[in-house]
């Protein structure tokens, strides 16, 4: 693949993996592989789940308030 601009060592903000372990376009290892080399990332897998994580699945067990956060990044993290 192509070089991102950046080292993934090189991240400074908080970063959040989520993966379903029964995915098939993009195997958890990519999520293992990606959290290894991101400083302070975290990996949170969903069992049995597969293709686009809904937000609406995963708020009961994400500790982030979703009405609390700011619109721009209520955006962001709705891309999943």
Do not use: T
Request: proline share 5%; net charge positive; charged share 20%.
């Amino acid at each position: 693949g192509r070089h991102w601009g950046f080292a993934l060592a090189h991240i400074e903000v908080p970063v959040h993996l989520w993966y379903g372990d029964a995915d098939i376009m993009v195997a958890l290892h990519h999520g293992e592989h990606l959290a290894a080399r991101i400083p302070g990332a975290q990996l949170r897998v969903r069992a049995g789940m597969s293709g686009v994580l809904r937000k609406d699945r995963l708020c009961a067990s994400n500790p982030v308030d979703m009405k609390r956060m700011p619109r721009s990044r209520q955006r962001a993290s709705s891309v999943w």
